[in-house]
């Protein structure tokens, strides 16, 4: 329970860098993928530990609670599906493919480092790389002593009871970190073949920036041939972009 406190305070550090990614961004989709980075990411931390807490739960039995990593050992003999829904879970706290945590680590660092990220904010997507390996060692200790230790004789003979919704739950929980990362794996290569087909089709055309610009240039546009219409698009385009005080002077100047 120590080591899970621990890394809560961890997984909650990754929220925290989507965030501060979105905070920093100027493009609006840019902080719209950030803050959705950090709700994909505390939804499927929620996911990971509501069934790591469950399996603890199953472990533990009258007058004795599963709190230390050591209680942990044999769960392969005793019950080796139970143990391959708890080696999933630590997989995807330590950000292991294909479970849903690496992606959802994987989606927060992509944020961290989008267009126009700084230097801090790629050293602080170094930086969290770096403590996620060092974490991996403690989840990955949980599996070897699942796997590679024997039971106590005790637990040997204490079989595992537990209500059928109980079980049926943390079965579910543990298919869906799996079941999940392998769909989001799936689905973000189509995203990204489309993405790129549409980079494509729109190649050479002038980026959102370059448009202000144009307008403030007074360069004609279809519809917007007279001086109102051409600075009340600038003001639309400076309120896109999060610059409320520019929005609302150009819309002075149109009005």
């Known amino acids: ?6 890394s809560t305070i961890a997984q909650m550090g990754f929220v925290l860098l989507a965030m501060l990614s979105g ?12 803050y959705s980075a950090a709700m994909f990411y505390l939804i499927t931390y929620a996911l990971t530990s509501l069934g790591t807490f469950g399996v603890m739960l199953l472990l533990s039995r009258r007058g004795f609670e599963a709190e230390e990593i050591a209680d942990f050992r044999g769960l392969a003999k005793r019950s080796p599906w139970y143990a391959f829904v708890m080696l999933l879970l630590m997989f995807s706290l330590a950000g292991v493919p294909p479970t849903v945590g690496f992606y959802a680590k994987l989606v927060v660092l ?5 267009e126009g990220a700084t230097t801090a904010a790629v050293s602080l997507a170094v930086i969290a790389v770096l403590f996620s390996l060092i974490a991996a060692f403690y989840y990955l200790r949980i599996v070897k002593t699942m796997y590679f230790d024997e039971p106590t004789p005790e637990a040997a003979a204490t079989p595992l009871v537990a209500p059928t919704d109980m079980r049926v739950a943390l079965s579910i929980n543990g298919i869906l970190v799996l079941v ?7 689905f973000s290569r189509r995203w990204l073949a489309a993405s790129s087909a549409g980079a494509a089709a729109t ?6 920036r370059e ?24 003001a639309g385009a400076y309120a896109r972009l999060g610059d409320r005080n ?5 819309l002075e100047k149109a009005y």
Do not use: C, H
């Open 1 to 6: 329970k120590r080591m899970l406190a621990y």
């Open 110 to 114: 992509q944020a961290l480092v989008s």
């Open 203 to 208: 190649a050479g055309r002038p980026t959102f």
């Open 211 to 234: 448009w202000i610009e144009q307008l403030r240039a007074g360069k004609p546009f279809a519809g917007m041939a007279n001086l109102a219409q051409r600075t009340t698009a600038i």
């Open 246 to 250: 520019l929005a609302f002077e150009w």
């Open 23 to 34: 905070v920093t961004a100027a493009d609006p989709v840019l902080v719209a993928g950030s």
């Open 180 to 186: 999940l990362g392998i769909l989001y794996m799936f």
